[in-house]
């Protein structure tokens, strides 16, 4: 067994580097004491390659856009480079979502749909196309990912799921009530999205009665 000399703990195996302080260890290991993770290596080589292009293309994106002041026709006062960077930071949040422990599949849908909408109401704004979004794409999105998170609640045996149906039952009922109120009256696809909430929070009750309620206790404190 070898010994950090900075930690004096002493270390097995052929370990390069100490654990506790990433110092470099003295002396040559023993044999390996823990088996080998390739699968693990080899998504991490992966992880490193994309992450190198989403890098490259931010830098490109950035030259292009800010030295060689090219342009979208159309948009000559847009900085494309800055919305296209937001979308692949997003896209790289949502990566290290997908390998983070702990979160369901639920959990992972949701985030990353939301994360998505918001930077799709950024980009409509800019390319003017703010009214179908909220209108229209918005909507459709969260009827679609209320479906899948009751879809997802009705399988889910450990109860992960239920906050993020109700939180996204919330974000589809709530945006047409004050949409109804303000304007007094509702686009068709807020109105459709509406219905199955309601319609979803129904059966989440029906089915799923006790997690509601749970949830509900735990959030709130009921
Ligand atoms: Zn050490």
New binding site residues.
Partial sequence: MRR?P??N?GIEGDLVK?P??Q?KLPGTGEESCYPKFEAQKKQSLYYKMQLAIVWGLLIVGAGLDFLVRLRIPGFPDLHWSLLSAMWLIGFEFGIMRQFKPGTGSAGKVTMMVLITIVMWCVTAYFFGLMKITLGLVVPVVLAATITANFVLALIDKNGNTMVYLITCLFMGIIPSIICYFVSDKMPLAWAICLMVSVILFAGAVIFKGRAVADEFQRRFHL
Avoid: I, K, R
């Fill in positions: 950090c900075y930690c703990v100490c506790l302080c110092s």
